[in-house]
């Protein structure tokens, strides 16, 4: 039997970004998003991707059209479910009371309460039984991640294959609402930068965008070419000063080379090294979760090594090891 536990909002926005050669949303196994709200609340508007989970005779209706067993991530969300303990909920749910509404039926409500789980909750004790990965519980529900990641609300239920393929996934979060990790064709993206609310560049790439040009406050291009001996040791004091006091000045800041997976994830992994006084282990392991396609090349892993040595003034991982 599988686990039920929690996923932050920004997990599951990293879950809808991921990348192989198209969005990993196309994988027909690679997510399975369940709203157990009313159809009401989820005609209104849901998270892209997500099946409404419908109910008969009180119980929950397994989706038939996902195999469980084989999906990577199964995420469930309620309307704003915080804890996977017990709640303090009505008897009647919302959508049996819809459901009456539209049938015209005249029936008196329960208002009697009791300790229950919440929907999410609820169901995902359910699914643990039918998946071999863990179930994940929205922490926050909805409402949450609605409200961080408006622009992944929608009123859309069917997907087809090739809307899913043209799906254009947006910069991976490092650090919520503050570091984000793209390409250059994200870091050319008006509505990207308008919703994320990009406010500074690090461009560790040959290529320019049209954002902040001639702004050396909020724009730091690092020209590096993608080679197998890249050198970027000599710029990570200045790439890591010059984000920490970004965050500092409240500014989000966008890290990105041609395709974000090698230098520019190099850097971020340099600054989470820097700004959190990690080894480059644990920093690693942060962005993998967060990326899991990053993959710098061993010249740059190297140069992560000797800024490590920098840092903590001895080499505290072992990259002959594979920290992939």
Partial sequence: MADLIFCEPTELYNILNQVSKLSRLAEPNYLCLLDVRSKRQYDESHVITALRVKKRDHQYLIPESVDLECVRYCIVYDSNTSSLELSVRRWQDEEEEEEEEEEGKEKDKEEDTELLPGPAVEFGQILIHFTRQPVYVLRGGYECFSGMYHFFRTQKIIWMPQELDAFQPYPIEILPGKVFLGKISQACNAKMHKDLKIKAHVNISLETTPYFVGNADKLLHVKVEDTPDSILFPFLRHICHFMELHLRLGSV??????????????????FLMHYNEETLKRSWAHVKKCKTNMRPNRALVAQLLEWERVLHGEYLTDISEPIY
């Fill in 253 to 270: 800041i966008l890290v990105f080379s041609t395709r974000g997976i090698s230098r520019s994830a190099a850097a971020v992994v340099a």
